[in-house]
C-alpha cells in the first residue's frame, strides 16, 4: 500500500469517534485519538501485543481472518467492548473498538428488574393463594373470626400487589419519557401547597413555601408524585411521633430547592447510596408491615433526572433525613 494511500486511511480514521488502530506485522502503525484516549500514548509504534493487553483480543488481531470478539476490562473495570479486526492485506489489519459497556449494563439492569418485579409479586400471590385454599376448607372456612382475618389478610396482600403494579407501571411511563424535557411551566408553590394538604390531616407536616410563584418547566403529576413519595417514606419509616418539614429556597443562580426533612430514626450511612435503587430496602421486614414497594425513591430519581434537577439524600442515625430536589427555574 503507497504512503498516499496509508495518509489518506489515517486522515479517515482520525474522523472517528471510537478507537481505530492500523497494525503492520504485529505493530501498531497508527492509533487515532480515541485509541490513544483508551490505551495510552505508548501504543503507536508498540507491538499489538504491548498495546493491548487482553489474550483474546491478540488471538483476533493476530488470526488469519477478519473476526470480531468481546473484550472486558479495557481502559476501565467492567467496559466491554466489540473488537472487531479486518485484514487489508496479509500483513496490514484495521482494529476498530465499539463501547458496548451501556447496552450491556442496560440489558443486566432490565434483567434484574424483571427478576425483582417477580419475586415481589410472587411473594403476595402465594400468600394469597394459600389463604384461599385454607378458606376452601369447611374446617377453617366455616368458623366466622377465622375468615375475616383471613379475607383481612389476603385484601392487604393484593393491595400490596396493587401497589407495586402502580409503582412499576409508573417507572415505566417515566424512564419513556426520560429524554423528553416536560414542555409545560408549572408553579411549584401550587404543587407544594396541595401534596401537604393531603398529609395535614393526622400527619405533623409543616410548610415554609414562599408566597410568590415559583415556575419551573415540569409535568404536573410526576412533580406532585415525587414530593408525595418524599413525604410518605418520611411518615412511614421516621417513626411513631416524626415531623416533617416541607420547605422551598429559591437560590441567586437560577434554581429552586424543594426539600423534605424529618426528625425521625435516620439512616445508617452504609444504606445511602443504595436508596434510589429499584427494590432496595434498608430494613424489608418493616418496609412490608408499612407497605413499600421498595420502588418510592427510585421514582423520585427519575422523575427528578427527566427534569434536568438534581437530587441530595443526607441522614443521620437518631436525628433524622433531609432529601433535597434541586430543579431550574423557568427564564424570565
Given at each position: 500500500?503507497?504512503?498516499?494511500?496509508?495518509d489518506s486511511q489515517e486522515a479517515l480514521l482520525a474522523c472517528f469517534d471510537r478507537p481505530c488502530m492500523l497494525v503492520d506485522s504485529e505493530?501498531?502503525?497508527?492509533?487515532?485519538?480515541?485509541?490513544?484516549?483508551?490505551?495510552?500514548?505508548?501504543?503507536?509504534?508498540?507491538?499489538?501485543?504491548?498495546?493491548?493487553?487482553?489474550?483474546?483480543?491478540?488471538?483476533?488481531?493476530?488470526?488469519?481472518?477478519?473476526?470480531?470478539?468481546?473484550?472486558?476490562?479495557?481502559?476501565?473495570?467492567?467496559?466491554?467492548?466489540?473488537?472487531?479486526?479486518?485484514?487489508?492485506?496479509?500483513?496490514?489489519?484495521?482494529?476498530?473498538?465499539?463501547?458496548?459497556?451501556?447496552?450491556q449494563s442496560i440489558a443486566r439492569v432490565h434483567t434484574d428488574f424483571v427478576a425483582n418485579a417477580s419475586h415481589e409479586l410472587r411473594t403476595?400471590?402465594?400468600?394469597?393463594?394459600?389463604?384461599?385454599?385454607?378458606?376452601?376448607?369447611?374446617?377453617?372456612?366455616?368458623?366466622?373470626?377465622?375468615?375475616?382475618?383471613?379475607?383481612?389478610?389476603?385484601?392487604?396482600?393484593?393491595?400490596?400487589?396493587?401497589?407495586?403494579?402502580?409503582?412499576?407501571?409508573?417507572?415505566?411511563?417515566?424512564?419513556?419519557?426520560?429524554?423528553?424535557?416536560?414542555?409545560?411551566?408549572?408553579?411549584?408553590?401550587?404543587?407544594?401547597?396541595?401534596?401537604?394538604?393531603?398529609?395535614?390531616?393526622?400527619?405533623?407536616?409543616?410548610?415554609?413555601?414562599?408566597?410568590?410563584?415559583?415556575?419551573?418547566?415540569?409535568?404536573?403529576?410526576?412533580?406532585?408524585?415525587?414530593?408525595?413519595?418524599?413525604?410518605?417514606?418520611?411518615?412511614?419509616?421516621?417513626?411513631?411521633?416524626?415531623?416533617?418539614?416541607?420547605?422551598?429556597?429559591?437560590?441567586?443562580?437560577?434554581?429552586?430547592?424543594?426539600?423534605v426533612t424529618d426528625d425521625g430514626e435516620g439512616i445508617a450511612p452504609e444504606h445511602l447510596p443504595r436508596l434510589t435503587e429499584r427494590f432496595?430496602?434498608?430494613?424489608?421486614?418493616?418496609?412490608?408491615?408499612?407497605?413499600?414497594?421498595?420502588?418510592?425513591?427510585?421514582?423520585?430519581?427519575?422523575?427528578?433526572?427527566?427534569?434536568?434537577?438534581?437530587?441530595?439524600?443526607?441522614?443521620?442515625?437518631?436525628?433524622?433525613?433531609?432529601?433535597?430536589?434541586?430543579?431550574?427555574?423557568?427564564?424570565?
Open positions: 500500500m503507497s504512503k498516499k494511500d496509508l505493530q501498531v502503525t497508527y492509533a487515532n485519538d480515541a485509541a490513544i484516549n483508551l490505551l495510552g500514548r505508548h501504543i503507536t509504534g508498540a507491538n499489538v501485543r504491548l498495546a493491548i493487553r487482553a489474550p483474546v483480543a491478540i488471538s483476533a488481531i493476530l488470526a488469519s481472518e477478519s473476526s470480531s470478539v468481546t473484550v472486558t476490562d479495557i481502559g476501565t473495570p467492567g467496559s466491554v467492548w466489540e473488537l472487531r479486526c479486518e485484514l487489508l492485506s496479509k500483513r496490514q489489519r484495521l482494529v476498530t473498538m465499539q463501547d458496548k459497556s451501556e447496552q403476595p400471590l402465594a400468600n394469597i393463594l394459600g389463604y384461599v385454599e385454607t378458606l376452601n376448607d369447611p374446617k377453617a372456612g366455616g368458623d366466622p373470626s377465622t375468615r375475616k382475618r383471613f379475607l383481612g389478610t389476603i385484601r392487604g396482600e393484593a393491595e400490596r400487589m396493587q401497589s407495586l403494579v402502580s409503582d412499576l407501571m409508573s417507572l415505566s411511563r417515566i424512564e419513556a419519557e426520560k429524554h423528553r424535557l416536560p414542555d409545560n411551566s408549572v408553579n411549584l408553590n401550587d404543587i407544594c401547597n396541595k401534596v401537604a394538604e393531603e398529609f395535614s390531616g393526622d400527619a405533623k407536616i409543616s410548610r415554609k413555601i414562599p408566597k410568590q410563584p415559583v415556575l419551573v418547566r415540569g409535568e404536573e403529576a410526576q412533580l406532585s408524585q415525587m414530593l408525595r413519595n418524599l413525604i410518605d417514606n418520611a411518615f412511614k419509616y421516621g417513626g411513631a411521633d416524626v415531623q416533617v418539614i416541607l420547605e422551598m429556597v429559591i437560590s441567586g443562580d437560577g434554581w429552586v430547592k424543594v426539600m432496595y430496602r434498608t430494613d424489608p421486614g418493616r418496609s412490608k408491615a408499612v407497605g413499600g414497594t421498595g420502588l418510592g425513591l427510585s421514582i423520585v430519581k427519575h422523575i427528578v433526572s427527566r427534569h434536568r434537577g438534581r437530587l441530595d439524600i443526607r441522614s443521620e442515625t437518631g436525628i433524622g433525613t433531609r432529601i433535597s430536589i434541586s430543579l431550574p427555574l423557568v427564564e424570565s
